[in-house]
């Protein structure tokens, strides 16, 4: 069996809501020397941010909170750095000492983020729903909570948080991508297609829409035009080995093995540890009749899952073409015993 990668993982990038308002606070009397550093320090950060250097915007946002512990803008700043640091917990806390002095729908969104990067699902949507009460005509909100809804498997309430997502920024080429998984998910093939063709309408350079465009289109066994998306994939990222694995899948089922083998061999090149193109390298070389070769690969994905009855069964039937009758016979042996039933076909032959 060729195996295929479906994609169906979600795009979770960090829209950019980092405060960049220059603060002008005053106090109806003179400030103090501390509040006036605070201010200074935030304004600095600022730029360092928008330079990139998120480990010196963070100084500065440790120096201003440190002078004005109460300091709004700071902590979120902060909480957003710590959140592009992958320092999600102290994200966390930030967030949740900004929400008790100014509980904004941009702050639960915020803190929503930290804890679907912490795998709290139920938190994360909390927050999502909490932010989108503050403010009903936020896209990220939606399109956020329903990647938490996806991971639940709430595959028709997360097609739904995207649909609003959309409602609400028609170019939005991310939900239009995640709302094609849901409907992949809830067994809608074409209206997914739909959705990933808008995706990549929206940003022809998202490489995962063309590469689940070519797994829909495979399952339609539209072979050629699968080859199409994945090759649009690859071409847009050169280093995607599920879309080589996949484009030569797709090749195989064209019975064009020699090219399938190029694109398996390319897949292993950038991963050698990926083991659906390694069997499916298997079952291309058995199809050019290189059986030992074939027998390889197999021998290499058993050193690692040793439970694949496939991959016994496979072996077993490369293993009698070079007449090994007895080895063929383990093999399918053990593929039965793996729950692969038609390997106790392959076994009436041994009884013989």
Known sequence: MQKTILLLCLVFLVPDLFSQEISTETDSTILATDDQMAELKYNES?????????????????????????????????????????????????????IDKQPTGKVYFGRGLSRLYLGDLNGSIEDFTQAISLNPNFPEAYYYRGGARFKLDEYQNAKDDYTRAISLKSNYAYAYQDRGSANWMLGKPKEA?????????????????????????????????????????????????????????????????????KDYNQALSLNPKYLPALNNRGNAWFKLKEYRKAIADYDEILKVSQDDGEIYLNRGIAREMLRDDKGACRDWDKALSLGVEIAGEYLKTCEK
Do not use: C, W
């Open 46 to 98: 600022i730029e360092l941010y928008r330079e990139g250097l998120l480990d010196s915007a963070m100084h500065r946002l440790n120096d201003a909170l440190q002078r004005k512990p109460d300091f709004y803008q700071a902590l979120y700043n902060r909480a957003q750095i710590r959140h592009e640091l992958n320092d999600y917990a102290g994200a966390m806390e930030d967030y949740n000492s900004a």
């Open 193 to 261: 297609l739909e959705d990933y063709y808008k995706a990549t309408l929206f940003d022809p350079t998202l490489a995962f829409a063309f590469n689940n465009m070519g797994l829909i289109r495979k399952e339609l066994k539209e072979y050629e035009e699968a080859v199409t998306d994945f090759t649009a994939a690859v071409k847009i990222n050169p280093e995607y080995y599920y879309a080589y694995n996949n484009r030569g899948t797709a090749l195989y089922e064209l019975g064009k093995y020699d090219e399938a083998l």
